[in-house]
């Protein structure tokens, strides 16, 4: 993992020479379904570091995109009377909808049917195969169309196969087969030497034990009869490429593999994918295609874990899935942002419940921040005609208190974020955030306001610069979690937004004197127990 660093601490940062951008991905989505909320918890945790590392200074570039070739969106749009294109143009607008109903600040938005990325596709094809890493040969196998894969024998269970492979049949035909066997011992041997390669560490282990058995050679081509759907092999066009092949490519098509300015993306930071992924397409299959073509391999694969819905993964298959669009248009991106990100633990999984969503929506968000928010706006008006005063010399107990726990917060945050606790670090902000409240508790600037001694009207002023700072604070630390809420609690303060944590997380009296607004609601109340305004 790289470090990464807030003010006050060692600032060490990998990526910050030369022309190398921070490049971090997610997977690209399949075109044959609804965006939910497993798609939408992935872009945003995505979103969070590339957002993050922004404010830390970086020029990031992020990329997401749509997978769209393969078996199941030829079947799906056979069935609905439509070309697959049409299929694959209306998932893009729901896919794009979705990052921009997010606030995704993706820099790029890739599709496997763009020219950009079937020329890559086509072009490592071809250079394989005039090297005799892709060989011609006669295959008889157990062949599972719904996972569009041939199967082993060990897949089996009682002699069965299990209902997630849907129909399984026997098919012999002659296809094309990357070598793959060949670099089981190269990978082990790289895995063994970057223990940091995947995060979290345990999943290494994982794939570790799944490359104890021997690795077969991958067959890569589906005969076009089957499967028109898909990018043509360059050197045999009787056969389309394997979705998975032509997937995982978009990682570098989409990033000028190729030309020059390829070296200033090239080798991704982070691959942000979901546990299901990880073996063996992103942990076997990727490394040794980039090695096969003499392309450097990623620096690490973020692997997290599922949401899940009463225990269950959340799939299109399944039936149970939430529509983040709902949640987003009830409560707003910033709300399903922040309950996402509060809720999963990195690398575990998590299970979804509305009870949840609104009891963190409710306390957190509408009681903890929002009160806090229009609590200080609201004293501000009242005691000092909407100006925020400047703290002066007042500096007791209270007011100590509150700084030091601000930079305890602060310089936790950075070790959370470093190590991907984005958990956590909400955590210790929201505890920032109440003890905001409890400041106010201790001076009860109501009381203050009502006395005429000018040593009371001095701790009055002192309280509200005090609080509208740990205000500014808190939501500065926010932004790459709730970047709406904090730009606006910003415009309501009077400022305009600082870009860089440098500045902006450092206590300060950017306040003094600027006007502020009235308060507005942040978080509104959802009417009803279930949610329903
Ligand atoms: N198209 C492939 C990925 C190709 S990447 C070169 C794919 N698509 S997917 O639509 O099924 O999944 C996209 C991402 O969403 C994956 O990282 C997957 O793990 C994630 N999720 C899908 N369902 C999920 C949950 N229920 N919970 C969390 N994330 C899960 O796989």
Redesign the pocket.
């Known amino acids: 993992m790289q470090n990464i660093a807030f003010p006050g601490a060692c600032r060490s940062l990998e990526t910050d020479t030369g022309m190398k951008k921070f490049y971090i991905t ?5 075109a044959n ?1 609804k965006p ?4 939408a ?2 872009k945003v945790l995505t979103d969070v570091i590339a957002r993050s590392r922004r404010m830390l200074g970086h020029e990031v570039h992020f990329l997401t995109g749509l ?1 769209e070739h393969g078996q199941k969106v030829q079947q799906t749009a056979r069935k609905r009377g439509i070309e697959p294109i049409e299929l694959c143009d209306e998932a893009a607008r729901d896919f794009q909808g979705l990052c921009r109903d997010l606030e995704i600040s993706n820099d790029d938005f890739i599709r496997t049917t763009e020219d950009r990325h079937k020329a890559v596709v086509r072009g490592i094809l071809q250079k394989l195969h005039d090297e005799g890493q892709i060989y011609k040969a006669e295959y008889t196998g157990y062949y599972s169309e719904r996972i569009e894969q041939f199967l082993r024998e060990r897949d089996q269970v009682d002699g069965a196969w299990p209902a997630e492979y849907g129909e399984v049949v026997e098919i012999t035909e002659s296809n094309y087969f990357f070598r793959l066997g060949q670099y089981q011992d190269w990978l082990v041997r790289y895995l063994e030497e970057n223990p940091d390669f995947i995060f979290p560490r345990f999943r290494q282990k994982q794939v570790l034990e799944f490359l104890k058995e021997p690795l077969n050679d991958l067959c890569i081509s589906r005969p076009a009869e089957r499967l028109s759907w898909g990018i043509p092999l360059p050197f045999d066009e009787n056969y389309v490429t394997y979705v ?1 092949f032509d ?2 490519v ?2 570098i098509s989409a990033v000028g593999y190729g030309e020059e300015r390829f070296a200033d993306y090239w080798p991704a930071d982070f691959h ?6 990880l073996v063996p ?2 942990s076997v299959y990727w490394p040794i295609m980039l090695k096969a073509a003499g392309v450097p391999l990623p620096k690490s694969l973020l692997v ?5 819905k009463s225990g269950q ?3 299109k298959s399944t039936g149970n899935v939430v529509d983040p669009l709902d949640l987003i248009g009830q409560f707003g991106p910033d709300a399903f942002r922040y309950f996402v990100t509060r809720e999963m633990n990195v690398g575990q999984d998590s299970d979804f419940s509305l009870e949840l969503f609104l009891s963190r929506y409710n306390s957190d968000l509408a009681n903890d921040l929002g009160n806090l928010v229009s609590r200080v706006l609201n004293m501000i008006g009242r005691y000092c005609e909407g100006i925020v005063p400047p703290a002066g010399a007042v500096a007791d107990e209270p007011e100590r208190d509150l700084r030091a726990l601000w930079e305890e917060t602060r310089e936790r945050s950075a070790e959370l974020y470093a190590e991907m606790q984005f958990h956590v670090a909400l955590d210790k902000t929201f505890a920032f955030i109440r003890s905001i409240n409890r400041y106010a508790e201790i001076r009860a600037p109501w009381k203050l306001a009502k006395s005429d001694d000018p040593d009371d009207r001095a701790r009055l002023r002192s309280t509200l610069a005090h609080m509208a700072e740990a205000v500014r604070l808190s939501v500065a630390l926010l932004k790459p979690v709730m970047p709406g809420t904090a730009g606006r609690v910003y415009r309501l303060l009077g400022l305009t937004e600082v870009s860089e944590w440098e500045t902006d997380l450092a206590w300060s009296s950017r306040l003094d004197g600027v006007r502020a607004s009235a308060p507005e609601i942040l978080f509104p109340r959802p009417k009803t127990e279930t949610g329903e305004k």
């Open positions: 997610t997977a690209i989505d399949y379904g939910h909320l497993g798609h918890y992935e997978d998975w997937a995982l978009n990682y942000v994918i979901g546990k299901d992924i397409p992103h997290h874990g599922w949401w899940l993964k959340m799939a």
